[in-house]
């Protein structure tokens, strides 16, 4: 099997991570009858990351080694973002991982190819690291913050409209406001116990979270409107 082209990779990998697949799964197996066929051929012409770029090397154009791969970075997405591979050092004093955006690199003969690399200018690139779940915590957290401040200033701007509104008017903005302000009173509970929970839990609430969040965001927006 021979690597696909850089601008395939997302898509494959992707691929691999069809929903519904549990990772406790034997390949080919199904939890659901009318799947079976469907997934058995898949995971049978499915693209391993572990055999064909895992642990290879990484060349420029001349056909200098310039490092080799790590680890894959996949956003939240599930579309492959970066490759991360070892760079530096020698007999492994000073080495470290740097990213590498997936679109720089190629595929040439069976060879992973950076144009334009040189080991100086890899090791010249700032130090990868990986997040801690306190810091994508405290990243998720603020923008939540920000989304519900944003819910805020367009209930009190619903407010403020509703008390100077016609007759007319004041049923539609009043029904606006009282659904601006469910979604955000929803959301700021939801955010509270994320906030109160210890590491051993929160990650279960962070999809209710994000959904309130969600909820709130497109009924900010539908009465701004």
Do not use: C
């Amino acid at each position: 099997m021979t690597l696909p082209t850089a601008w395939a990779l997302p898509a494959l990998v992707a691929a691999l991570l069809v929903p519904g697949l549990s990772a406790a799964q034997v390949a080919g197996e199904s939890r659901r009858v009318d799947t079976l066929v469907t997934e058995s051929t898949l995971t049978a012409t499915g693209w391993s990351v572990k055999r064909t770029l895992m642990g290879q090397s990484i060349y420029n154009e001349a056909g200098q080694k310039v490092g080799e791969v790590e680890d894959l970075i996949i956003s939240p997405e599930r579309n492959l973002s970066f490759v991360i591979i070892e760079a530096g050092g020698f007999l492994g004093m000073g080495r470290h991982d740097v990213a590498i955006p997936m679109a720089s690199i190629q595929q040439r003969a069976n060879r992973l190819v950076m144009v334009g690399a040189t080991r100086d200018a890899i090791n010249a690139m700032p130090v990868f690291s990986y997040a801690t779940d306190d810091s994508r915590r405290d990243a998720f957290v603020a923008a939540a913050d920000r989304d519900i401040a944003s819910g805020r200033v367009r209930a009190s701007s619903l407010q403020a409209q509703l008390s100077v509104a016609p007759p007319e008017q004041q049923d539609a903005v009043s029904k606006r406001l009282l659904t601006l302000q469910g979604d955000l009173r929803a959301a700021e509970s939801r955010l509270d116990e994320l906030k109160r929970a210890d590491a051993g839990q929160w990650q279960a609430l962070e999809a209710g979270v994000s959904a309130a969040l969600s909820r709130l965001r497109a009924t900010t927006a539908a009465t701004a409107g």
